[in-house]
């Protein structure tokens, strides 16, 4: 009786075991198993958080707002979206500090369609617990007047315009692998204004992260993983502001298996949160 009894509950123990199923596993550089304690405790100790997204990933941006909310309860944070253009902080500003409602932000501010979904948690957040919140990237005009004409484009704004945008002229590396590589995707008829497209975002982003830094606090910046994978992008232009700045990276990917990451993506980030490819998408 005592045997059948182990047996069943062994039976039991790995029964359990088999149907617990993880949704998400993070590595860190090296491509090392790692732990979500691990990665509050560097954000803890850093400067500037980039947490790189998957827009449509809907466990990613339910880790973005758990992060959030354990290290504001240990250490003063400002807030930073790529999603939130400069030019509509006045908005943004207003609906935080409860002068006009979210209807109102809708109508006055160019919001992503899946920001109810995805960032309007964050941004109420903020809201709910006195927190700066920064609208970082360059209004999208903007960007697609340098992707036509190149940087010289942005030298026919007005001051105020200008304001928007990371000062000029805005350094650009055209060797920098992640902009090489966007040449390559885009084939080989594309126009090397494109990358300088992407540096005006990633200048303007860095720009407006290193201006509100704040002491004693972390900078918690979403955005795309492509605009912070391999130490490049918006950590190039923070870099050149501030060479010894503490900045923590995040990427983003998605594999069928989480046991191990694909080499791939080794030294993609200072943590590489693998997300499992069949998890619910938000659009």
Avoid at 113 to 125: A, G, Q, R, S
Avoid at 142 to 170: C, N, R
Avoid at 195 to 207: E, H
């Amino acid at each position: 009786m005592k045997k059948s009894l182990v047996i069943l509950s062994c039976l039991f123990v790995f029964s359990a075991f088999a149907q617990d199923k993880k949704v998400y596993q993070l590595f860190d550089k090296n491509g090392k198993k790692t732990t979500y304690a691990k990665l509050l405790k560097a954000t803890l100790n850093t400067q500037v958080l980039l947490f790189g997204e998957y827009h449509n990933n809907s466990i990613v941006h339910w880790l973005q707002l758990e992060l959030t909310k354990d290290v504001a309860e240990k250490k003063p944070v400002v807030l930073g979206a790529e999603m939130l253009e400069a030019d509509n902080q006045k908005q943004l500003d207003a609906y935080l500090k409860g002068e006009i409602n979210q209807k109102q932000l809708d109508s006055t501010a160019r919001l992503w369609p899946n920001y109810k979904t995805d960032y309007k948690p964050l941004v109420d957040f903020a809201k709910d617990n006195n927190i700066t919140f920064i609208a970082t990237n360059i209004p999208r005009r903007y960007a697609s007047m340098v992707s036509k004409k190149g940087f010289e484009a942005l030298e026919t704004l007005t001051d105020e315009e200008k304001s928007w945008i990371a000062p000029q002229p805005i350094p650009y590396d055209a060797n920098l692998p992640g902009y090489v590589e966007m040449m390559k995707m885009m084939g080989e008829h594309t126009s090397p204004n494109m990358p300088k497209a992407q540096a005006s975002k990633d200048a303007t982003m860095g720009y407006f992260i290193y201006k509100n830094l704040k002491d004693n606090s972390v900078f918690i910046h979403y955005n795309g993983t492509y605009h912070s994978d391999n130490f490049e992008g918006i950590s190039w232009y923070l870099l050149q502001q501030n060479p010894d700045l503490k900045i923590i990276t995040i990427a983003t990917v998605e594999q069928k298996d989480l046991s191990k990451l694909e080499k791939e993506y080794y030294n993609k980030a200072d943590f590489i949160l693998v997300i499992d490819e069949d998890a619910t998408k938000t659009y």
